[in-house]
């Protein structure tokens, strides 16, 4: 495995960078946009960690430009 486990980073860090909640960050993984690491043990409640990767590949996907539009010289 070429990712250890210190380069992940924790869902308040992964907020921080994002400047959100860890709620909003949440509902981000739920929707499916935003994929984790589950480094827990347990079947209950998964143990969530996120790689800068995805969250570099997160803000890309999310990144909008939209394009001035001018009013017609007409």
Known sequence: MSQHLDA???PQDAAKRLNIS???L???VRSGAL???DVG???RKPRRKYRAADLDAFI???TVTETPTW???N
Do not use: D, E, F, W
């Open 35 to 37: 994929p984790y690491v």
């Open 26 to 28: 949440t509902a981000h």
């Open 71 to 73: 009013p017609s010289s």
């Open 41 to 43: 043990t347990g079947n």
């Open 8 to 10: 992940l980073i924790s």
């Open 60 to 62: 890309r996907r999310q």
């Open 22 to 24: 860890t709620k909003t």
